[in-house]
């Protein structure tokens, strides 16, 4: 069994930064491409940004230059540093772990962006 938990979410002012953790934990032996996905009231869940073990990044076109997604593998940590936030940033964000053959979730955290 994986558990999957996220924080750092909150409110912030537009223009502002905020950093989420996502720690992953249980029958862990090798973790491919971590993720962050949101998902904003209405709309489907997007892809945020992807980094595999080596260090390889993607980003969505929405957040690119203003997001930074890293890793500590020993950890099986993910982080997004996102700076220079926007109220449509304003969604949950969910970190995904697939392992193996498994796609792990977290709940969830609230990121509310004011204008």
């Known amino acids: 069994q994986v558990q999957v938990v996220e924080s750092g979410g909150g409110l912030v002012q537009a223009g502002g930064s905020l950093r989420l953790s996502c720690e992953a934990s249980?029958?862990?032996?090798?973790?491919?491409?971590m993720g962050w996905y949101r998902q904003a009231p209405g709309k489907q869940r997007e892809l945020v940004a992807t980094?595999?073990?080596?260090?390889?990044?993607y980003y969505g076109d929405p957040v690119k230059g203003r997001f930074t997604i890293s890793r500590d593998n020993g950890k099986n940590t993910v982080y997004l540093q996102m700076n220079s936030l926007k109220p449509e940033d304003t969604a949950v964000y969910y970190c995904?772990?697939?392992?193996?053959?498994?796609?792990?979730w977290g709940q969830g955290t609230q990121v509310t962006v004011s204008s």
């Open positions: 980094i595999t073990s080596s260090g390889s990044t």
């Open positions: 249980g029958s862990i032996f090798r973790v491919n491409t």
């Open positions: 995904n772990v697939p392992v193996g053959p498994h796609n792990y």
